[in-house]
């Protein structure tokens, strides 16, 4: 549940997450280097009140795919060939916040309320999980400016959104991107030191590519929109085969003994849309009361994952 807790802020962004922030009211955004523009928006989108509508696109290529393990064809069988989402993010604060995912014609409902989180299926009753938040749900500044300097976003000038005056700022996604990312991260604390040797070791078998956009308000910084969209092919048989090499080389057995290896690969595609409202306005999140409790929070992502997958592959 860290996971949850720290990805409602940065639902936005992708970001990352991607990554959420805002300038403090009168900046000037041509004054700021892009970096200085996006870090301060993304870190004050994490506490100011606002709301966002986010709408999800998930698309899947496993035709080519075969000799998968059980428990992966499962999986691969639960989300199918992806699907659409809808969401919507009401934020009173960096300690109360609710989100609601729906696709499908179900529904899926978080709620972070003073360390507390509850969980409602379909409009159900909820439950309250058995365990505590983490107390640091957000980014901290030298995270989200590692980040965001890792991801080099670039001025594209004046847009209007929605009737609002911003200015857009975009980076290019690349597996080096991503590699790059993981590294600058890996000291902070924020898990990502774990990420890096696993991204290093698979982008041989990885190509692709995407991109973030955000724009901000030209009034006061805040964030408007974010717009994350990317696509990638995973080799994911030369994967296999060379994972198999490198434990024969290590003395854990040959490729022979593992039985017949996965072949093809693996197409995915992603697009993400944040659109902000009620920024610095009055926002409230209540209260659930809980009807039971849920167990470890081990147990519940598990089950959310599930769940997740069966709407996905119903859509």
């Given at each position: 549940?860290?996971?949850?807790?720290?990805?409602?802020?940065?639902?936005?962004?992708?970001?990352?997450?991607a990554?959420?922030?805002?300038?403090?009211?009168?900046?000037?955004?041509?004054?700021?280097?892009?970096?200085?523009?996006?870090?301060?928006?993304?870190?004050?989108a994490?506490?100011?009140?606002?709301?966002?509508?986010?709408?999800?696109?998930?698309?899947?290529?496993?035709?080519?795919?075969?000799?998968?393990?059980?428990?992966?064809q499962?999986?691969?069988?639960?989300?199918?060939n992806g699907?659409?989402?809808?969401g919507?993010?009401?934020?009173?604060?960096?300690a109360?916040?609710?989100?609601?995912?729906?696709?499908?014609?179900?529904?899926?409902?978080l709620?972070?309320?003073?360390?507390?989180?509850?969980v409602?299926?379909?409009?159900?009753?909820?439950?309250?999980?058995s365990?505590?938040l983490?107390?640091?749900?957000?980014?901290?500044?030298s995270?989200l400016?590692?980040?965001?300097?890792?991801?080099?976003?670039?001025?594209?000038g004046p847009?209007?959104?929605?009737?609002?005056?911003?200015?857009?700022y975009?980076?290019?996604?690349?597996?080096?991107?991503?590699?790059?990312?993981?590294?600058?991260?890996?000291?902070?604390?924020?898990?990502?030191?774990?990420?890096?040797?696993?991204l290093?070791m698979?982008s041989?078998?990885?190509?692709?590519?995407?991109?973030?956009?955000?724009?901000?308000?030209?009034?006061d910084?805040?964030?408007?929109?974010?717009?994350?969209?990317?696509s990638?092919?995973?080799?994911?048989?030369?994967?296999a085969s060379?994972?198999?090499?490198?434990?024969?080389?290590?003395?854990?057995?040959s490729?022979?003994?593992?039985?017949?290896?996965?072949?093809?690969?693996?197409?995915?595609?992603?697009?993400?849309?944040?659109d902000?409202?009620?920024?610095?306005?009055?926002?409230?999140?209540?209260?659930?009361?809980?009807?039971s409790?849920?167990?470890?929070?081990g147990?519940?992502?598990?089950?959310?994952?599930q769940?997740?997958?069966?709407?996905?592959g119903?859509?």
């Amino acid at each position: 549940m860290a996971g949850y807790r720290r990805l409602l802020p940065v639902l936005a962004v992708a970001a990352a997450a991607a990554v959420a922030s805002g300038c403090g009211p009168g900046a000037i955004l041509t004054s700021e280097s892009p970096d200085q523009a996006v870090s301060a928006a993304l870190q004050s989108a994490q506490t100011t009140p606002l709301r966002m509508s986010l709408t999800g696109d998930l698309g899947l290529d496993t035709a080519s795919l075969g000799n998968l393990p059980a428990s992966i064809q499962t999986a691969l069988g639960q989300v199918g060939n992806g699907g659409s989402a809808t969401g919507q993010l009401a934020q009173e604060s960096s300690a109360r916040r609710q989100l609601t995912a729906s696709a499908a014609g179900h529904s899926l409902t978080l709620v972070d309320y003073d360390g507390h989180g509850y969980v409602s299926q379909d409009g159900g009753a909820f439950a309250e999980l058995s365990e505590a938040l983490p107390s640091s749900p957000v980014a901290s500044p030298s995270q989200l400016s590692t980040a965001v300097a890792a991801l080099s976003f670039q001025d594209q000038g004046p847009a209007t959104v929605d009737g609002v005056s911003t200015e857009k700022y975009s980076a290019a996604i690349t597996v080096s991107t991503l590699e790059k990312l993981a590294q600058d991260l890996g000291g902070s604390g924020s898990g990502s030191s774990e990420l890096a040797p696993v991204l290093a070791m698979l982008s041989p078998y990885v190509t692709g590519s995407g991109s973030v956009d955000l724009w901000l308000s030209t009034t006061d910084g805040s964030l408007v929109r974010a717009a994350l969209t990317g696509s990638l092919t995973v080799d994911v048989g030369a994967a296999a085969s060379a994972l198999a090499g490198l434990g024969s080389s290590a003395g854990l057995g040959s490729s022979a003994g593992l039985g017949s290896l996965p072949t093809g690969s693996l197409g995915v595609t992603l697009s993400l849309d944040a659109d902000v409202s009620d920024y610095g306005g009055p926002v409230t999140v209540t209260k659930p009361t809980a009807t039971s409790t849920l167990p470890a929070m081990g147990g519940v992502m598990g089950g959310m994952s599930q769940w997740m997958g069966s709407f996905l592959g119903s859509s």
